[in-house]
């Protein structure tokens, strides 16, 4: 008899995305004249910049002829990809990370949903409150908790983010061995300072513990005081893993490609205290389980760092911040108090009121797909997410529709 992996049945019945798009499909069906526009799941909608364009179809030649041909590559990423992000992405920070630190993948969800494979089940982890469902649902999935009950799943240590910390959470009373943080914040869109990261690093290093950073937003932070990379901290090396993604900084959610950052220097332990690096693991996890992301991907990925790759990608995020910065001041004008859209593509807006009734009352009234608080976890509730990635004019309209809707 062929049995389940019960934890699979402590999981709540569908991801937020998938349950959002499951009743925005029904009401479309009900109403099929109603022209509905999607700030929910942060997806892009405007073209590939136009230097990754060029370097794809180029890649793609090279495939096409046997002199440059190519089959598999390195599974880690080419180094003409890994040496662009390690200059660019970091040194140019002042944080140390070498070339072969940096593992290229497919996506920034894979690798935050899979990182969590490396550790013994019976460590302590704590996830902030709301938080990207990937992080819990994947220790879930590996039996690292006990059931779900009362918005909560028993055994995770949650780190409460509100109006009151500005939805940067305070260091956990208990001892953790595994903490999730993300900045700029998905979903509040909040920030972190370099003395509140440092508080974590600290933490980390006292504790012997590890932060998994994600930090897929870093494109969208304009204010030079905030720290892009957690590396950027001192002694973070030793303490953090950091997640990154070309998905909302070049337009790659449906290209996929992402990377992630194991340093050298980083330990782990077996139960009596012996030291092995991370890095061996995650190398040996990686070439295992997957085969490395297309060539013509990579190039595509690297065009954003030579020649007019940058200036083009410094329009997308202005053009998707334009976005923000309209969304975020009519809902305040409406009343509603905002946090995020300044250093972030996402607008966190306080309802104080049910966040999947709000979510419905925008659905049904304006046409506005949006995500719900709640879906992010308790703290989320009385909360809706509004995403900038959209079409201008149609997120000029949504917000007509909004004011109309709410009045
Ligand atoms: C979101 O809307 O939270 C993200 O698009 C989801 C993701 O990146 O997987």
């Known amino acids: 008899m062929i049995r389940v992996n019960e934890n699979y049945l402590k999981l ?21 004249s109603a022209e509905i526009t999607r700030l929910g799941i942060g997806d ?6 136009k230097a990754c364009i060029d370097a794809f179809h180029s890649a793609v030649d090279e495939l ?13 990423g080419y180094d003409f990809l890994r040496e662009k992000v390690a200059q660019v992405d970091f040194h140019s920070r002042n944080a140390d990370i070498a070339a072969d ?3 290229i993948s497919d996506g920034a969800k894979c690798d935050t949903g899979n990182f969590q494979e490396l550790f013994a089940n019976d460590i302590k982890i704590a996830v902030p409150d709301p938080v990207y469902p990937v992080y819990v649902d994947t220790n879930v ?39 999730y943080l993300c900045f700029p914040n998905n979903p509040t869109g909040a920030t972190i300072t370099r003395e509140q990261l440092k508080l974590w690093v600290d933490y980390a290093k006292k504790e012997k513990a590890l932060i998994l950073y994600d930090a897929a937003y870093v494109a969208f932070i304009r204010d030079p005081e905030i720290p892009q990379s957690i590396y950027e901290i001192e002694g973070a090396r030793d303490v953090a893993v950091e997640f990154r993604s070309f998905s909302k900084t070049a337009g790659f959610t449906g290209t996929r490609c992402a990377y992630t950052v194991v340093p050298k220097s980083l330990m782990v332990y077996d139960k009596s205290g012996n030291a092995y690096p991370l890095h061996g693991f995650w190398n ?41 910065k309209l969304i975020r001041e ?46 992010f976890g308790k703290c989320g509730n009385g909360y809706i997410r509004i995403s900038a990635f959209n079409n201008k004019e149609k997120v000029e309209k949504a917000l007509d529709r909004i004011a109309a809707a709410l009045k």
Not at 171 to 178: A, F, G, N
Not at 294 to 314: C, T
């Open 44 to 49: 892009v909608t405007r073209e590939l910049p």
């Open 284 to 324: 040996r996890r990686h070439t295992t389980k997957f085969n490395g992301v297309s060539y013509p991907v990579q190039r595509a990925a690297e065009a954003i760092y030579i020649g007019d790759g940058p200036r083009q990608v410094k329009d997308l995020i202005d053009y998707y911040m334009t976005n923000a």
């Open 330 to 375: 009519k809902m305040s004008q409406l009343g509603y108090e905002c946090t995020g859209g300044i250093n972030s593509p996402y607008i966190w807006i306080n309802t104080k009121t049910d966040s999947w009734e709000f979510f419905d009352t925008l659905l049904r009234k304006a046409h506005v797909v949006t995500t719900p608080g709640s879906g």
């Open 64 to 76: 096409g002829s046997i002199a440059t041909f190519r089959g598999y590559g390195p599974e880690q």
């Open 141 to 179: 999935m590996a039996g690292r908790t006990s059931d779900f009950d009362d918005g909560r799943y028993g055994g995770l240590v949650y780190l409460e983010c509100n109006r009151e910390n500005g939805f940067v959470p305070a260091l956990p009373k208990e001892k953790v061995d595994l903490i």
């Open 12 to 32: 709540k019945s569908s991801y937020l995305f998938s349950e959002i798009a499951q009743r925005v499909a029904a009401y479309q069906k009900e109403n099929p």
């Open 101 to 103: 630190e940096i593992f």
